[in-house]
């Protein structure tokens, strides 16, 4: 057998080998998930509920996601922005075997996907698969991914196309073909359809990265890598604009005031709370099970208004460690050539994305990089999620610091500090949330809901803004019983909004008669979430204790119209009627 058919069999058998094991990871980080992944859930409550009922919406036949919510005159909310790759594979996998199910998937393959390709791209970098496996398992399973799974934003844990974006644009430097400027254009495409936000973080990678390549450059060869390019510039166009043209067209097009009311605009306001601050990548996730008790109570008192979700960046011990050895290694003089380079390639990357990361008044109002970026597109406002970005590159840096060293150290040294690194950032990385996975147990009061014929619809109290993490609890369980909700009104459709105003303090005079005029046959109410807040009482942990506090109405009940008639009760969940004769068929209790 020739060296070369001995070497591929190899590098296909550590690939193998490392894809069993960041499989087998990913089992054990969601354990028992894959046992019950059509009935239990990884990521529960607020935005994850709001992503269950998208997935089953979309993906069932014969439901109008416009006309589920703010009931009877719908949702009026045009979708200008598109993700299909996110979308695509939860929807797909949800026709076969339910929503659940398909998020599930998304959860178990999100990081060992992530992981793997990293391992791929570093290992045809470094030419060093023991520095790829540790690079590949520090970003496909950083805590923020972890986090923002746990959040129910699936999609930003899936960022293996973050990796293919940043081979491709070293692949096109080295090439500056039209195939490679191709694979560059491909890859930023992939983002865009996969995370949006990313893809708009991506373009100021983009960027930096040609500012780095024209300062490097050499002499002559301007007119050449102009083209290049350009070419990148103009596949990018061809592949993201007829699908994100929607998007594009109304922040160039309309006002600011009608891309508020389409919720498409944030306050410049935002992008200060949910900026990133140094601590949030330095801290551990509170959901560390040693870790976690200790930084818990550090952390909820500095989220200024955001919430750990977002501000969990935590970089860890072995790859900052790394980092630093490689800054070191740069001044002494100690790193090889090639090395050298790529690493302070990925350094500055990491600095790069930092800035952009952090608040839009860094010190004591003096703007940073994403002020003036939300001046091109205010539609973007956690800036802090760039600090994904930071994480790729720092886990690339520390992995060609090991390669530099398995080059310079014995082979007992070497492979003794690697499983050394291995150890430290498995356990200083392995954060689950106190409830891991869990079964979903609906509540009596959906089951008898879903029982009961014809097409309704339901109120359900307390009627919370349909911007907030509790109100996601309405549609979640939506799936159950199929009837529509008056709840969900939004500021751009006038009529619904009218009625939302009316009818969400039930105690409005006439609020009653509204309700029943709008063909509302059941009224909810469910007494222990007027004490529980906005934020639902199992995720109050991830927010600030002042905002955790919250309660509607000071927690209690608004005093009931007369014409409510008691029909059901389930503990603290009543259903009323508006017709006493529908009461009455029902039985009362």
């Not at 990913?26 to 509920?49: E, M």
């Not at 805590?143 to 096109?172: C, D, E, I, K, R």
């Not at 009837?483 to 105690?507: C, F, I, T």
Request: a neutral charge.
């Amino acid at each position: 057998m020739a060296s070369g058919d001995a070497d591929r069999i190899r590098r296909a058998g550590a690939l193998a080998a490392a894809a069993v094991t960041y499989f087998l990871a990913s089992i054990l980080l969601t354990w028992p998930l894959v046992l019950h992944v059509q009935a239990w859930t990884f990521a529960d409550y607020g935005d994850a509920r709001g992503w269950a009922w998208n997935v089953w919406s979309s993906s069932h036949a014969g439901i109008d996601p416009a006309s589920m919510l703010a009931a009877p005159f719908g949702i009026h909310a045009p979708q200008v922005i598109h993700q299909p790759i996110a979308d695509g594979i939860a929807d797909f996998a949800a026709r076969f075997a339910g929503e659940i199910a398909a998020i599930n998937l998304v959860v178990l393959l999100g990081f060992p996907v992530t992981a793997l390709v990293t391992y791929w791209v570093l290992d045809r970098l470094l030419a060093d698969r023991g520095a790829a496996f540790i690079g590949g398992l520090a970003f496909g399973f950083c805590p923020a991914a972890v986090m923002h799974t746990l959040a129910g934003h699936g999609s930003l844990a899936w960022n293996a196309f973050l990796v293919l974006y940043l081979y491709a644009l070293l692949h096109n430097r080295a090439s500056r073909s039209v195939a490679s400027a191709f694979l560059v254009a491909a890859a930023f495409a992939a983002i865009v359809f996969n995370v949006l936000y990313f893809g708009y973080f991506a373009a100021y990678l983009g960027a930096g990265f040609v500012a780095y390549d024209f300062a490097v450059r050499e002499k002559g060869d301007e007119g050449r890598m102009l083209k290049n390019y350009l070419v990148c510039a103009g596949f990018v166009l061809l592949l993201v604009l007829p699908v994100e043209w929607g998007a594009v067209r109304e922040q160039l097009t309309q006002s600011h005031e009608a891309i508020a009311k389409a919720g498409h605009l944030r306050d410049v306001g935002q992008i200060d709370i949910y900026g990133s601050r140094i601590w949030n990548y330095l801290v551990p996730s509170i959901d560390h099970p040693v870790l976690g008790r200790f930084v818990e109570p550090f952390v909820r008192d500095r989220l200024f208004g955001s919430n750990a979700f977002e501000q969990t960046l935590y970089l860890g011990v072995v790859p900052l460690a790394l980092l630093v050895a490689g800054i070191a290694m740069c001044v002494r003089g100690t790193f090889e050539r090639r090395r050298r380079r790529i690493f302070l390639l990925f350094a500055c990357g990491a600095l790069g994305m930092w800035m952009l990361s952090l608040p839009g008044h860094v010190v004591d109002g003096l703007p940073g990089p994403s002020y003036f970026a939300y001046d091109l597109a205010p539609m973007f406002r956690v800036y802090a999620r760039a600090g994904i970005f930071v994480m790729m590159f720092v886990a690339c840096a520390a992995a060609v610091v090991l390669a530099q060293w398995r080059a310079v150290l014995r082979p007992a040294r070497y492979w003794a500090l690697f499983a050394a690194a291995g150890a430290v950032l498995a356990f200083d990385f392995w954060s689950v949330p106190p409830y891991r996975a869990k079964p979903i147990e609906v509540p009596a009061v959906y089951r008898w809901l879903a029982a009961q014929g014809g097409d309704f619809i339901v109120a359900e109290y307390p009627m919370v803004p349909f911007d907030v993490a509790t109100f996601y609890t309405y549609p979640y369980w939506q799936r159950i019983h199929g009837k529509r909700l008056v709840n969900g009104a939004e500021p751009n459709n006038p009529h619904g909004w009218q009625l939302y105003e009316h009818v969400r303090d039930p105690s409005t005079p006439g609020a009653a008669r509204a309700l029943a005029a709008a063909g509302v046959r059941y009224v909810i109410v469910h007494e222990s979430m007027f004490a529980e807040g906005p934020i639902p009482a199992a995720i109050k942990r991830y927010y600030a204790p002042w905002r955790a506090a919250q309660t509607v109405d000071d927690g209690v009940v608004p005093p009931l119209p007369a014409s409510f008639w008691l029909c059901r009760s389930f503990g603290t969940d009543l259903v009323f009627t508006l017709d006493a004769h529908a009461c009455a068929m029902q039985g009362h209790e």
